[in-house]
């Protein structure tokens, strides 16, 4: 079985930073792509950023600039630096990562973490 857990989310005024993390654990043979979603109240999930197990990198139009997605494939974790934040960040923030793993033999699917809160309020 394979497990992600996130941390690193909090209460932030606008303008600040937070740095998430996400970390993946079990029977793991490789992992291909990793990504942070989220999801506000009332809104459906929406995607983040992308990283390629080769740490190419997408964004959503609206974190550009302001966020960095960053993995270590050696320690199967992935981390959102995010910078400049506004109250429309304000979301639940969910890791996902594409896992090639191993029981009786490899499979490949994909995994979520928990979420995370993030706030942006004065």
């Known amino acids: 079985q394979v497990q992600l857990v996130e941390s690193g989310g909090g209460l932030v005024q606008p303008g600040g930073s937070l740095r998430l993390s996400c970390a993946a654990s079990g029977r793991i043979v490789s992992i291909n792509d990793m990504a942070w979603y989220r999801q506000a109240p009332g809104k459906e999930r929406e995607l983040v950023a992308t990283?390629?197990?080769?740490?190419?990198?997408n964004y959503a139009d609206s974190v550009k600039g302001r966020f960095t997605i960053s993995r270590d494939n050696a320690k199967n974790t992935v981390a959102l630096q995010m910078n400049s934040l506004k109250p429309e960040d304000t979301a639940v923030y969910y890791c996902?990562?594409?896992?090639?793993?191993?029981?009786?033999?490899?499979?490949?699917?994909?995994?979520w973490g928990q979420g995370t809160q993030v706030t942006v309020s004065s």
């Open positions: 996902n990562a594409q896992v090639i793993g191993y029981s009786v033999y490899r499979y490949q699917r994909g995994y």
């Open positions: 990283i390629t197990s080769g740490s190419s990198t």
